[in-house]
């Protein structure tokens, strides 16, 4: 039994195989990763993913292509579900010219205009007011696209947050917020640091959608995250999404996560939702072990042959640190792919200049704000 379903299964083996085959991926990319800055190929911070591969498969299935999506800090996994490449990925970490950003980035700040990944931010909650920014374009450009947002538990207590949920809210902005709770904000756990612990109940303070979410499930993420997207797409406005996984590995790779016991992590270790979605679709007769051993051998050979790719990616010239800091009027964007790979990249992201748009909707309608007044007593 799995995602609460016992008989037969309600989703196509083709959703189902690619699922597990972007958490394969990002479970072994991660594993590499980890490996990497062990060898000090990987310099400064690197936050790994491993143990919460299912909120972003899950999310990933639930949304479009042309959602866009910001992360925080812990960022490698979700631009490889949303399809980066993960030899570009790689460079990146290693501070490589082959990276997406020319090696510049590094760990926290994987950008992928692409696929409509923007960033990987290193200030804790920062990317929570950029989200909200970036909806607030879609809903003046008059598309119906909508913006995902990550952070993690410990950014739910940053101020930005309550900002802007309330902005959010106020302006129906078509942005879906989904807290992945770890459970540790660094190396304490957010119930001994705030009064309601349940992250997404905050939503109720700004009149807001808000639910918790198996993020240790895939099936119940996506569940969750198709309904939201739903629900936002038809203008109803945001939705709070509170996502409890659990990273099997320390904060980063310098933390040796010693405020948690090896029994804790042991137990957890049972909910992998790797193991959990191969023993579902197994038992739903849907595929068999060599489909899975198979997408197991051509994940780890993509993952040595990133490896191998950054490792053989120049590093940047020391003039590099002055260029990429000011774009020109008229500035052609530069295509990563193109540049490092040399394929023809011919689907890139182009956005109205503002000019020629007009505005549809009040941001603040004056009959909506006398009622408020009228409601609370107040005259003009």
Same mark, same amino acid.
């Given at each position: 039994?799995?995602?609460?379903?016992?008989?037969?299964?309600?989703?196509?083996?083709?959703?189902?195989?690619?699922?597990? #085959?972007?958490?394969?991926?990002?479970?072994?990319?991660?594993?590499?990763?980890?490996?990497?800055?062990?060898?000090?190929?990987?310099?400064?911070?690197?936050?790994?993913?491993?143990?919460? *591969?299912?909120?972003?498969?899950? &999310?990933?299935?639930?949304? #479009?292509?042309?959602?866009?999506?910001?992360?925080?800090?812990?960022?490698?996994?979700?631009?490889?579900?949303?399809?980066?490449?993960?030899?570009?990925?790689?460079?990146?970490?290693?501070? %490589?010219?082959?990276?997406?950003?020319?090696?510049?980035?590094?760990?926290?700040?994987?950008?992928?205009?692409?696929? +409509?990944?923007?960033?990987?931010?290193?200030?804790?909650?920062?990317?929570?007011?950029?989200?909200?920014?970036?909806?607030?374009?879609? #809903?003046?450009?008059?598309?119906?696209?909508?913006?995902?947002?990550?952070?993690?538990?410990?950014?739910?207590?940053?101020?930005?947050?309550?900002?802007?949920?309330?902005?959010?809210?106020?302006?129906?902005?078509? &942005?879906?917020?989904?807290?992945?709770?770890?459970?540790?904000?660094?190396?304490?756990?957010?119930?001994?640091?705030?009064?309601?612990?349940?992250? +997404?109940?905050?939503?109720?303070?700004?009149?807001?959608? +808000? *639910?918790?979410?198996?993020?240790?499930?895939?099936?119940?993420?996506?569940?969750?995250?198709?309904?939201?997207?739903?629900?936002?797409?038809?203008?109803?406005?945001? &939705?709070?999404?509170?996502?409890?996984?659990?990273? =099997?590995?320390?904060?980063?790779?310098?933390?040796?996560?010693?405020?948690?016991?090896?029994?804790?992590?042991?137990?957890?270790?049972?909910?992998?939702?790797?193991?959990?979605?191969?023993?579902?679709?197994?038992?739903?007769?849907?595929?068999?072990?060599?489909?899975?051993?198979?997408?197991?051998?051509?994940?780890?050979?993509?993952? /040595?042959?990133?490896? @191998? =790719?950054? /490792?053989?990616?120049?590093?940047?010239?020391?003039?590099?640190?002055?260029?990429?800091?000011?774009? *020109?009027?008229?500035? *052609? /964007?530069?295509?990563?792919?193109?540049?490092?790979?040399?394929?023809?990249?011919?689907?890139?992201?182009?956005?109205?200049?503002?000019?020629?748009?007009?505005?549809?909707?009040?941001?603040?309608? %004056?009959?909506?704000?006398? @009622?408020?007044? @009228?409601?609370?007593?107040?005259? %003009?």
């Amino acid at each position: 039994m799995f995602g609460g379903l016992a008989v037969a299964s309600a989703y196509s083996k083709d959703m189902l195989m690619k699922m597990y #085959r972007h958490m394969y991926l990002m479970r072994r990319f991660e594993e590499r990763a980890g490996q990497q800055y062990g060898l000090g190929k990987i310099a400064g911070f690197c936050h790994l993913y491993i143990g919460q *591969e299912a909120v972003a498969a899950g &999310v990933e299935a639930a949304i #479009r292509p042309d959602d866009y999506m910001l992360s925080g800090y812990r960022d490698h996994a979700q631009p490889l579900a949303r399809g980066s490449d993960a030899g570009m990925v790689m460079a990146e970490l290693f501070g %490589r010219t082959g990276g997406y950003s020319k090696g510049k980035g590094g760990s926290m700040h994987i950008f992928d205009i692409e696929n +409509h990944f923007y960033g990987g931010y290193g200030i804790v909650g920062a990317q929570i007011g950029l989200a909200a920014g970036m909806a607030f374009a879609s #809903r003046y450009r008059n598309e119906d696209r909508i913006t995902v947002c990550y952070f993690g538990d410990a950014a739910a207590n940053q101020g930005i947050f309550h900002e802007t949920l309330n902005m959010a809210v106020k302006w129906k902005l078509p &942005v879906l917020y989904i807290c992945e709770n770890n459970r540790y904000g660094m190396g304490t756990a957010i119930a001994r640091t705030s009064a309601v612990p349940e992250i +997404h109940k905050r939503g109720a303070a700004y009149g807001m959608r +808000h *639910e918790a979410a198996d993020g240790m499930d895939v099936l119940k993420m996506y569940e969750s995250v198709k309904d939201a997207a739903a629900y936002i797409r038809a203008g109803n406005g945001p &939705v709070l999404m509170e996502a409890n996984t659990y990273r =099997f590995r320390g904060h980063s790779m310098a933390d040796p996560a010693t405020y948690r016991t090896k029994q804790e992590v042991e137990d957890e270790r049972k909910n992998d939702p790797i193991p959990r979605l191969r023993e579902y679709v197994l038992k739903q007769g849907l595929a068999k072990e060599e489909e899975f051993e198979a997408i197991d051998n051509e994940v780890k050979e993509q993952v /040595d042959a990133a490896v @191998k =790719f950054a /490792d053989e990616s120049p590093e940047p010239d020391l003039a590099e640190l002055w260029k990429d800091t000011i774009v *020109e009027e008229g500035e *052609e /964007d530069v295509r990563p792919r193109e540049r490092v790979l040399g394929v023809k990249v011919a689907k890139w992201p182009k956005y109205p200049s503002g000019q020629e748009l007009k505005v549809t909707w009040d941001l603040e309608p %004056r009959e909506q704000a006398d @009622k408020a007044d @009228k409601a609370a007593g107040l005259k %003009r």
